[in-house]
């Protein structure tokens, strides 16, 4: 089992960025795949991209690329979401999310969530 904490939600002005932050613990972070997903209001959750276990490959959705980065640091057991040019629809409460493989993080049916940090974008 692994427990997972976010982290670096807050408020930002539309064109700037911000770094989430994913701690785990509990168990051997570098064994999981990881991912970010996120909700807004009165949507559903959306996958947002997905990493290996070692970092090598990553995967992101078509709405976020060029803009996200996902990252991990394996020594420090976290993983990370670097975000830039943000707009006011990035707006939403981001999850993490762990699983053994990564085609269970892009399908979304991870083993393991956080419980989010919001992230505000002003116009």
């Known amino acids: 089992q692994v427990q997972l904490v976010e982290s670096g939600g807050g408020l930002v002005q539309a064109g700037g960025s911000l770094t989430l932050s994913c701690a785990a613990s509990?168990?051997?972070?570098?064994?999981?795949?990881m991912g970010w997903f996120r909700q807004a209001p009165g949507k559903e959750r959306e996958f947002l991209g997905a990493?290996?276990?070692?970092?090598?490959?990553?995967y992101y959705a078509d709405s976020v690329k060029g803009r996200f980065t996902i990252s991990r640091d394996n020594a420090k057991n976290t993983l990370y979401l670097q975000m830039n040019s943000l707009k006011p629809e990035d707006t939403a409460v981001y999850y993490c999310?762990?699983?053994?493989?990564?085609?269970?993080?892009?399908?979304?049916?991870?083993?393991?969530w956080g419980r989010g940090t919001q992230v505000t974008v002003s116009s």
């Open positions: 509990g168990r051997t972070f570098s064994s999981y795949a």
């Open positions: 990493i290996t276990r070692s970092g090598g490959s990553t």
């Open positions: 999310a762990a699983a053994q493989k990564l085609h269970e993080i892009v399908v979304m049916t991870p083993d393991h």
